[in-house]
Nanobody
């Protein structure tokens, strides 16, 4: 079965850290560009990390640099989003994705899923 599965979401206090995982089954993650998105209340789907196919480098928006980091596992079957010093405004549903086929601009994450070959089911992060 071909899918992406996120895990690691939790309810935490402000200042805590979390590591989200995204595991691929049925395909090799390294063969695709990868990304993490989040949907926070009242906002459009936001790209918070991405990495090109086979790349060891990643992009993080300036607003999150220093708090969020992206990595891929050495086996090429998973990506990770490490989050430090979490804030209440980080509360939301977090999604991983692979294989961008379109453009994600000004839409909800439920629609953004259509712009990728693979899109996970989401994992909830709540910061209080």
């Amino acid at each position: 079965h071909v899918q992406l599965v996120e895990s690691g979401g939790d309810s935490v206090q402000a200042g805590a850290s979390l590591r989200l995982s995204c595991s691929a089954s049925g395909f090799t993650f390294d063969d695709f560009d990868a990304a993490w998105y989040r949907q926070t209340q009242g906002n459009e789907c936001e790209r918070i990390a991405s990495s090109a196919q086979y790349s060891k480098t990643s992009w993080i928006p300036a607003s999150l640099k220093g708090r969020f980091t992206f990595s891929r596992d050495s086996a090429g079957n998973a990506t990770y989003l490490q989050m430090f010093n979490l804030k209440p405004e980080d509360t939301g549903e977090y999604y991983c994705a692979a294989g961008l086929t379109g453009t994600v601009v000004g839409m909800s994450c439920s629609l953004a899923a259509n712009e990728y070959e693979y899109w996970g089911q989401g994992t909830q992060v709540t910061v209080s």
